[in-house]
Structure formats: structure tokens, C-alpha cells
């Protein structure tokens, strides 16, 4: 019984520690809030930059799409993007279609699947000055990823540095 | 002169003639308005339904688009659509970036190139009673297609009735 009452001490004196830590954002390397970005309300709403298909390993379709701020940056050609604009971008898993192709009468046609992330970029140029004033997220079922994943994040995006680190670009209407 | 002045005449006639035919449907099969749907204005802010990759002789990258009807009717999952439904199909080239493909290590990137054309299906279960009640159209460039090109249309999409002749599913939220 004393073991019992001394794990169970030991467990909520853990789960303390790990809250607090996590709170004042001063854990460990994997735990600490990176970036700190939330999904934001609505984002499904959002109106489309771009479409694309990242084969490989991820093989998945992907939607683009732009908060009010970012578009409005996107159509009128400024840069950098202005704090508050935020960038989504949705994947869905690239399966072929067999109800489509048999219409087509061959192999042609690719769909979004079952979905498998969404990413964000967030523009905030006080907040996340050390990274070119993005903050990266990601999530998967509503969940955020361990924030070790987005480490990498900005340091890819550095090659676009001259389109304010953005690799999208604006899909202008047929 | 009289000549110049005759030629006027034949053209002006003429001129009136097809306007005439046009306006009451009764020319040839290849210039009567078929469906006469026109561009739905600030379609390309409508909010996304799914995306695609056709490949084959299209080989585009597609956003499908819903106008706030049938978005409705998508997300609560209501068939029929209800009149006033619109549904664009928007479609760029899939061309391969080369600009991502140096970041990831590897050929895998496909992106939207330069637009090809947009689809539109408009719902009016009165005015397109014959096809299901869906009328087509297809626009480059801001310009309608022949009409001779939309009477494939209807065809096509019988083999799925049942889905209110849609082809396109509701991509849910990563």
C-alpha cells in the first residue's frame, strides 16, 4: 500500500512538473511550445492558392489556401506577407479513381483520399523574427505533430527567401 | 461602290440573322446555346470541395469548387443538389517544379502551371430537366467552349446517378 501511495506521489509530482514546464515553454528540446501555432477557425472555408502533387514519399494531393490577409497579399503581388496572414495547406492521400477511369475508359484519373495532415505558416514578423516572421504548424486529426518535426521547417524554406520564404505560388482562374 | 455598299448589306443581314438565331435557339446544332451557362461572378473565391490529378492527354491538377449552395448540400450531405447549385471545376497543367524538387533531394514535385480551362455545373432541375438537372459549360479564357463540346457532358455523368450525377466527393478536413 505504501508502494502504491509513493508512485502515485511520484506520478502527479511528474505530470506537475511536465505541465509547468510546458506552460513556461523551459522543458526539454521536445517538449517546448517551438512555434505555438494553433488551427485557426474556419480554415477549410479559405479561398485556394494553388493545388499540387508531392509524389515520393508522400505521395498525396494537396489544397493551398489563403486567410483574407494572405490572399489579399497574393492577388495585389506584395511582399512581404503582412503580420496575420496565414497560409494552409491540406493533404489528402493521391488515389487512383477506378469509378473515374472506367468513364475515361483508361488509367488517368487521381483523387484525394482519406486526409492526412494540415500545415500552417503564420505570419507574425515580431513574434517569430528569428525564422523570416513565420511560424510553422502542423496537424494531424486535430492534433499538433511533436514539435521536433517542425524544426526543419524554416530552414527549407530559405532557398524562396526573395518570395518572403513562400514556395506556393498564385494559380491565376482559367 | 455598289458593290462595297451590296457586300455591307449581305454582312449587316447576315449579322442580324445570327443574332436572331441565337437569341431564339433555332440555329444549327453547333451554335444554339446548349446549356447558355455563363461564368458565375467571384467563382475562384468559392471554398473547396476536393482536388485532382488528371493525367493522360488532360495531365492538369484540379481544384473543384462549390458555390455556398452546394457546399451546404455537401457538408450536410443532402442529395439532390438544391437549385442554385454551382460546381466549378478549375484546371491548370501539372508541370514539375524544379524549384521544390532541389529541396526535397528528388524528382517528386508537381505543381499548377498556366491554366487550361474551368467547368462549371449549374443546377436548375426545371431549366435542365433532359439532363439530369444539371446544365455544363467550360470557359479558356474567359471565352465559352462550342457548344458541340457539352453534349458529351450529360453522358458522362450518368454512371453516377446516384450521387446526383456529381463525380467529385467531399474531401473532409485533415
Not at 37 to 54: C, F, L, N, Q
Not at 73 to 96: C, M, N, Q, T
Not at 124 to 133: F, I, L, P, R, V
Request: charged residues 20%; proline residues 7%.
Amino acid at each position: 500500500m505504501r508502494r502504491i501511495a509513493y508512485l502515485g506521489t511520484l506520478v502527479a509530482l511528474a505530470g506537475g512538473l511536465a505541465y509547468t514546464a510546458h506552460a513556461f515553454g523551459d522543458a526539454g528540446e521536445t517538449t517546448a511550445p517551438l512555434f505555438g501555432v494553433t488551427i485557426p477557425p474556419g480554415y477549410r472555408d479559405w479561398r485556394v492558392i494553388s493545388v499540387a502533387h508531392e509524389a515520393g514519399n508522400n505521395n498525396d494531393l494537396r489544397a493551398v489556401l489563403g486567410n483574407d490577409a494572405a490572399i489579399k497579399a497574393y492577388r495585389e503581388d506584395k511582399l512581404p506577407f503582412p503580420d496575420g496572414s496565414i497560409i494552409a495547406r491540406l493533404a489528402w492521400s493521391y488515389v487512383p479513381s477506378a469509378e473515374n477511369n472506367k468513364v475515361f475508359g483508361r488509367d488517368q484519373s487521381f483523387v484525394a483520399g482519406a486526409p492526412i495532415n494540415v500545415q500552417f505558416m503564420v505570419k507574425d514578423s515580431k513574434k517569430y523574427a528569428a525564422t523570416g516572421g513565420w511560424g510553422f504548424g502542423q496537424f494531424k486529426d486535430g492534433k499538433p505533430v511533436d514539435d521536433a518535426l517542425l524544426k526543419p521547417c524554416f530552414g527549407c524554406h530559405v532557398p524562396v527567401k526573395a518570395r518572403d520564404f513562400v514556395f506556393t505560388q498564385y494559380a491565376p482562374s482559367p
